[in-house]
């Protein structure tokens, strides 16, 4: 009981220490200074009431342990979340979803599909960056660094050219691929922690080359105007610029701006539909075998004749290539990029979306990119406390689900008797 | 005379003052059986890491076949048919005991990007014979009923088994076995040596490997080279090396 009563005093003490800086004290301009408040006595006694709450919760730990170990089995019994994570059963799940996901924006909202549209960027990019952390285990950190490079190759290439996003997708994922095999080449003898801090600062220096090079990327002002994705020429703006025609005018439809939001969203779920295709291809395939090898046991491999560094650079080069292609979308939807939008933080989500989601587990992060980009979305009066949420959503995931929400079953090869 | 596949001569590996394997010489032949022993601590493995170009030896040369193979990549040397099993089993533990003998056969596989993302006829038929042969040589070793189980899951004797299958899967000019008895009772140190004999006789392979159980030794080997701290000490047939003073006197020593 002793013991209990110490770490349970602790515990309390600890709620009033995390929780009375970020919510008890309140900042207030008098003047041109600015003033330490404390706030009303009713979000004091919150506190204080959770205080005590957690004073008892770890008091009687044990009792209310055995209470519930009592009462009720696991949340999701084995057998169910045996059954989600089969790779038949993700499958039908996936089938079903791509139905409801190229049916609903006609219905929906014209905010609900725009947030739709920024989480399939996600999707993609978590997509991706599965590939290098969750299927080749290289900690990559430095993700976005590639997103930026396909952002800006669209941006840049419409802005001096005037070339169309069709054309641009492509040439931006080449673009972010090759950076991803040159940067590749010197990080990946790298391994574990040291990969990780190195990819970092990749990441870093792209953002900051790009806000440097005035001359050419627009430096802090970023490059804007960057036309929308067209549907086979045809322009989804009110009026059309000249020598093109727009959408409503040639099918004879009324304008309706709700119209553009819907195709972008297509547009996101076509590509983001394509890297799920093609992922699931690579898993089936000797390089996707090669990869899963690599992360179990890199010795085994080379004794083997397998060719590690090749093998880390092919998830490396791919990795980045979607992250090309879902920037060279991001930079049509937005129709401005800065170098702000590519910082550390978005990597940071991007790693967590894969984590949140099972590392490898493809449905996960689809799931994962729903919670994290939605979540924010749906609580904007709470969004000072974005990242105490997020923190706290990462430390019940470790407590609760450290293998992440949909754990990965990789297709396995069968042997067939 | 079979022709000679692997010539060590002189191979010496220094780490800083430590000399650990000193002109260490030894020659295999083709369909060979040639045992590396030596008391615990004598340099046996670090010969094998030299070998398999895990090291870079310090001097010395390493031919294969005539050709010279020392201080090549690992995986270039692999690639050349020099390959190994590990003194503490190294199987992809998650992954199937068939998928770890496809992951051999990576070198052999249509690893074309666009073939496989389209199933191409090509790709199909290269997986196909790809799953075959890891299905005889499932066989071979006797582990056709847990091809599709974890390779993790399997008994200590099924791993040993299916890392040498999985060594066999790259068509190699010389299987190298570090201690392949280590942990095995009796029976499956029977069965190993009967699996020897058969790789020898019916797949033409050349072993070299090092082991402590002196009966199964001396029973498969056609050679042997004892080397004690790091120096070569004897080499010859079994009787020879059964009779040698120097090494009895290097195993039990001094009387």
Known sequence: MNKYLKSALFSALLVWAVAFPVLGLKLSIVGINLEVHGTGPLTLGVIALCSVLMFLRVLFSQQVGALFKSSRGPLISPKVGQFLTLPRTQRWIIIGLIAAALVWPFFGSRGAVDIATLILIYVMLGLGLNIVVGLAGLLDLGYVGFYAVGAYSYALLSHYFGLGFWICLPIAGLMSASFGFLLGFPVLRLRGDYLAIVTLGFGEIIRLFLRNLTGLTGGPNGISNIPKPTFFGLSFERTAAEGMRTFHEFFGLEYNPVSKVVFLYLVALLLALLALFVINRLLRMPIGRAWEALREDEIACRALGLNPTVIKLSAFTLGACFAGFAGSFFAARQGLVTPESFTFIESAIILAIVVLGGMGSQLGVILAAVVMILLPEMMREFSEYRMLMFGALMVLMMIWRPQGLLPMQRPHMELHK | ?255
Not at chain 2, 220 to 241: C, F, K, M, R, Y
């Open chain 2, 1 to 255: 005379m079979s022709r000679e596949i692997l010539k060590v001569t002189d191979l010496s590996m220094r780490f800083g003052g430590l000399l650990a394997v000193n002109s260490v010489a030894l020659t295999v032949k083709e369909k060979q059986v040639v045992a590396l022993i030596g008391p615990n601590g004598a340099g046996k493995t670090t010969v094998f890491n030299c070998l398999t170009g895990f090291y870079k030896p310090s001097a010395g040369s390493i031919l294969l076949d005539g050709q010279p193979i020392q201080g090549l990549a690992g995986h270039e040397i692999a690639r050349k048919g020099v390959v190994r099993t590990f003194q503490n089993v190294r199987l992809f533990k998650d992954m199937t005991a068939v998928e770890n003998l496809l992951i051999a056969q990576h070198r052999h596989l249509n690893t074309n990007f666009l073939a496989g993302l389209f199933k191409t006829p090509a790709f199909r038929k290269s997986e196909r014979e790809a799953m075959e042969y890891a299905g005889y040589w499932l066989d071979k070793v006797n582990l056709t009923e847990f091809a599709n189980r974890p390779a993790g899951t399997l008994a200590y004797g099924q791993q040993r088994r299916l890392e040498i299958a999985r060594c066999m899967m790259t068509r190699p000019r010389i299987l190298m076995l570090d201690e392949p008895a280590a942990g095995l009772n009796p029976k499956e140190t029977e069965d190993l040596k009967a699996l020897i004999g058969v790789l020898r006789e019916e797949h033409n392979a050349t072993v070299l490997l090092i082991e402590h159980d002196m009966k199964l030794v001396m029973s498969i080997s056609d050679h042997i080279v004892v080397i004690n701290q790091g120096t070569p000490l004897a080499d010859g047939t079994p009787e020879q090396i059964r009779d040698n003073p120097e090494v009895i006197k290097a195993y039990l020593g001094e009387a």
